[in-house]
């Protein structure tokens, strides 16, 4: 009878290590997702020098991909503009004539399933 109380419990721990390394994997390939979409997404605005209509793309993209994107254009001028792309608000880019540099805020939510927690994670990253 003591080794089959003994082997069940085995088995449990086995099974609760194994899900829970399940959910470390899962939330790093979270985390891994969203920085190649933040990558792609610097460099989308790179490329398109700043194009208003490729940050507005790019912003209702990250919203359809469950993020929130905020851009901050500095101009040179000292001016900064902010725009922000949510499921509440999308802002919209309408010019960006002498913008130099751009702030990229990428916000996402960092899950660890098994243990039901999940908190908003951002990543940062600067186009010029």
Same mark, same amino acid.
């Given at each position: ?40 997404? =610097?460099?989308?605005? *790179?490329?398109? !020098? ?5 940050? $507005?793309?790019?912003? @209702?993209?990250? +919203? ?19 725009? =922000?792309?949510?499921? *509440?608000?999308? !802002? ?5 004539? $002498?913008?130099?540099? @751009?702030?990229? +805020? ?23």
């Amino acid at each position: 009878m003591k080794e089959i109380i003994e082997s069940f419990v085995g088995v449990f721990f086995l099974m609760l290590l194994s899900f829970m390394g399940i959910s470390i994997v899962a939330a790093s390939m979270d985390v891994n997702n969203a920085t190649s979409y933040e990558t792609a997404i =610097v460099t989308q605005i *790179e490329e398109s !020098d700043f194009a208003p209509g490729v940050i $507005n793309s790019l912003g @209702a993209e990250a +919203v359809n991909a469950g993020y929130t994107l905020k851009i901050r254009t500095f101009d040179k001028e000292g001016n900064t503009k902010d725009y =922000v792309y949510s499921e *509440e608000k999308q !802002d919209t880019v309408t010019s960006t004539d $002498n913008v130099y540099l @751009a702030k990229v +805020v990428l916000t996402f939510d960092f899950s660890f399933k098994f243990v039901n927690a999940v908190t908003p994670h951002s990543l940062t990253s600067f186009a010029q």
